[in-house]
């Protein structure tokens, strides 16, 4: 059964340091996301990582993805107080929508 | 575009109440999934569907059930609510599952049973 962990759970940052949210999962996946969410919210998409190696960067996140280790990271660059949420990584197989959820990120940046 | 909208938004039951929580995919989306949220369990998986089937069922109990209509809304309903049932439960939507885009997700129905 796919199986996603993420860690740490819990981060608390000084704004404009560096940090990473590592994703692991345990069998095959086609798709890996990141999500955000606001207490309270809903789930924001951040990105969708399809093939080895791929990276993507949207302003002070950026992802990425070694399918071969089975490992997703994320990375904070200079983090700034509107970057403190959940973060959640979840993987699929194409052919289903079932996405298998991490255990989320939550991220605290303070001055 | 408008994105995924969910009714209601929050709703309070009674324990052994049945509730129906309602999901519009965004305009040309096919692909329909629920999820449900709750700070011991984290996020999991209830069902999928797909042009009015079911793909796809997560591990809950048969008081969890769903629909999906030919204009792609769809329709989750629990009987015989539990405490544990209170939940934000999301709906998410993708054009189809082969997609290699995100899953949309609406803004939740808040559910609390007393």
């Known amino acids: 059964e796919l199986k996603v962990e993420q860690n740490p759970l819990f981060l608390s940052m000084q704004e404009e340091k560096n940090y990473t949210i590592y994703c692991n999962y345990s069998?095959?996946?086609?798709?890996l996301y990141w999500y955000r969410q606001d207490p309270g919210k809903s789930l924001e998409s951040l990105f969708v990582?399809?093939?080895?190696?791929a990276v993507k960067q949207e302003g002070r996140l950026m992802a990425s993805l070694d399918t071969k280790a089975r490992l997703s990271t994320l990375h904070i660059t200079a983090a700034v107080h509107d970057l403190s949420a959940t973060y959640f990584c979840?993987?699929?197989?194409?052919?289903?929508?079932?996405?298998?959820f991490g255990t989320g990120t939550r991220l605290q940046v303070f001055p | 575009k408008a994105g995924v909208t969910q009714t209601p938004r929050y709703l309070i039951k009674t324990r052994g109440q049945q509730v129906t929580l309602s999901c519009s995919p965004i305009s040309g989306h096919r692909s329909v999934s629920w999820y449900q949220q709750t700070p011991g369990q984290g996020l999991q998986f209830l069902f999928e569907y797909f042009s009015e089937t079911q793909r796809n069922k997560g591990n809950f109990p048969g008081r969890f059930s769903g629909r999906q209509f030919s204009n792609s809304r769809s329709e989750m309903n629990v009987s015989t609510l539990e405490l544990g049932d209170s939940a934000l439960y999301l709906c998410?939507?993708?054009?189809?599952?082969?997609?290699?885009?995100?899953?949309?997700f609406g803004p939740g129905t808040r559910l609390t049973v007393l």
């Open positions: 979840a993987v699929d197989m194409v052919g289903t929508d079932k996405l298998i």
């Open positions: 998410a939507s993708r054009p189809q599952t082969t997609s290699t885009d995100t899953q949309y």
């Open positions: 990582l399809l093939s080895n190696g």
């Open positions: 069998t095959t996946s086609d798709r």
